[in-house]
């Protein structure tokens, strides 16, 4: 499987019309003046709670590397990690971008199989093929093997950004949004947004919408799970 992800970034990389994207989702963030174990630099410690059993609001980030300038872009969602917000911020991660990267043709996606974006995640698949066809990309799925998520590029951004916001409160949305944006990932700052719209856990296709996109998706004949192409046109078998 690592073999498979180094063949592929070899390919692309020789290609002007692949552009290559390290996806991933980070642990939700409580907020509220919780101890997340940090430390911080000042003349008295801050103030912080022990423990987070109250009720609290939480904010899940989603980040795009794009492998090619190292620009991370982080999106922030609300309510609950699901496939309709991972693919909600790769649409608008496209539309930010589209302009630059009209020369591209596909799109190479590395992603941990997370259960939200995993190979077999039915409305994930349904929404990557909807946004293939939108945007008349190949869009090709390439996954790292299990528990072996650090070596997918965005882990590197996520402990910078952790390093960053340390010890400090993230009590509130504007500071979790302002720390992000004031991050520092390889000399240039995250373009970060706030996704605030609520989504549904458990949405899945029925077996007419899942025979409906078939034709759309080409499986590694030996990596059926870990390597996904999804192509605009479908495909007659």
Not at 45 to 69: S, W
Not at 183 to 201: A, F, S, T
Request: include cysteine; charge should be positive; glycine fraction near 4%.
């Amino acid at each position: 499987m690592f073999e498979n992800v180094k063949q592929v970034k070899s390919t692309a990389s020789q290609r002007k019309q692949s552009l290559q994207i390290s996806i991933d989702c980070k642990a939700t963030v409580n907020l509220g003046n919780f101890s997340r174990g940090g430390k911080a630099r000042g003349t008295e410690a801050v103030k912080a709670l022990d423990h987070d059993m109250a009720t609290k609001e939480k904010m899940i980030p989603f980040g795009i590397l794009n492998l090619e300038n190292d620009q991370l872009y982080v999106f922030y969602g609300n309510s609950y990690k699901t496939s309709d917000f991972i693919c909600d911020a790769i649409e608008q991660w496209w539309e930010q971008v589209r302009e630059t990267n009209r020369y591209v043709d596909e799109l190479v996606i590395y992603a941990d199989n997370g259960p939200e974006s995993n190979s077999h995640r039915t409305q994930f698949l349904f929404r990557m093929v909807e946004f293939a066809k939108k945007v008349g990309l190949k869009i090709r799925l390439v996954y790292y093997p299990p528990y072996h998520s650090k070596y997918n590029p965005i882990e590197r951004g996520w402990s910078y950004l952790e390093n960053h916001w340390n010890g400090s409160l993230l009590n509130t949305v504007t500071s979790v949004l302002e720390w992000t944006k004031t991050m520092v990932w390889k000399c240039m700052n995250p373009i970060v947004k706030l996704l605030d719209q609520p989504y549904q856990k458990g949405v899945r296709l029925s077996k007419q919408e899942l025979a409906e996109i078939q034709p759309h998706i080409i499986r590694h004949s030996e990596l059926k799970k870990w390597d996904v192409t999804i192509v605009p046109e479908p495909v007659n078998y």
